[in-house]
């Protein structure tokens, strides 16, 4: 009898044992894996982070051609801008730069460590900088083409369709600093201006731009255009002022400027001559310029009244379009003025006559054009709708 109970202990004794054994091979199991996922965390954690996750609905492919591998799911509280690198879909999130193909296929992610980082993308190329830090990167398709360091703080930033970079900087003695780089990274040209520089374009060929800056008169915000030479260093010409804060501008295939201020537009010719403007009668809430043409939305709260306004050229009259549905943002594309609305997507002609519409959610606040495709973007997901709907 007590042969058995020794014998019964001892295998209670051994069975424990094993359990230790087990709960330290388990233990150490955990802080391997743990080990490895903290030593290879660049590769997953671009994959968390961001928009790296994915969401595939077969349904929703059976029964879209264009649906491809969307949605794409952004995580939540992460801010977000897009834009297009020679026909690749980038996303600039927080920490990371994604690069999709138009289908969702997931191409390429870098990793960067700006604040308030800012991508303007053009053509091939696509500048990422950091707003008023010190840093900024141009970026292709499949990598980084270079990287800098400047001694001031970087107002804005931007890349034309050759490769070259403006940087609009602060300065110690001067209201700001114009520092331009060739596609190389090279620096090729500097200016200190006494104004403040508001907004920049390219000349069609790269080889200088205009500028336009910002200054008081009796009051009132006015702004002026200047035209650069990156050759010579010297300015072409200044435009006539214009009695209205600057947005943005665009150069015309032409040679000359148009502006979209607070509270009117303009056009001027390659001389810095105003030749036409158009002046709001309500809210600008939205615009886009393609090629010499201009769209335009507009909100007057009171009267409940949402209108698109569209201008085919410098010497066109203005067409104004009433739309019964909130407007959230236009895009113009050749012949073609796209307006995403609460509830659908419409297209217009320069005539003003509606052509298409498509219904689609709420959820969406503003959209991106890029080819045959809508990239529809929202606060916790980007979508794809075909443009030939």
Known sequence: MEEKVRDIALMRRRRKRRQKILKMISFLVIIAIGINLYVNRDRWIP????????????????KSKSSGNFPLIISDGVNYSVGDIDKSFAILSDAYLHIYSVDGELIDTRQHAYNSAIIETVGKKAIVYEHGGNSFRVESKHKTVYEKEIAENILFARISNDGVVAIVSSS?????????YDASGKEIYRVQSIER???????????????VTIDVDKGRMVSKVNKLSFNSGTTKWV??????FAIKSFYTSEGGV????DTK??????NGQKISEYIYKDKLIGYDFDDGKVAMIFNNEQKRKNTLVTIKGP?????????DEQLKLVDVEGESVYVMT???MKTYNFNGKQTKSKDISDTYDRFYKMGDYFFLLGYDRIDRLDARY
């Open 47 to 62: 994959k968390l982070e961001g928009i790296g996750t994915k969401y595939h609905s077969i349904s929703q492919s059976k």
């Open 172 to 180: 110690g003695t001067y209201v700001c600093m114009l520092t331009v």
């Open 197 to 211: 520089i508001f907004d920049l374009s390219f000349t069609n060929d790269s080889k200088g731009c205009i500028t």
């Open 239 to 244: 435009s006539e002022q214009f009695d209205s």
């Open 258 to 261: 148009f502006i979209f201020g």
């Open 265 to 270: 537009c303009a056009y001027y010719d390659n």
């Open 315 to 323: 010497n066109a009259d203005a067409i104004e379009i009433s739309i």
């Open 342 to 344: 609460k509830v659908d």
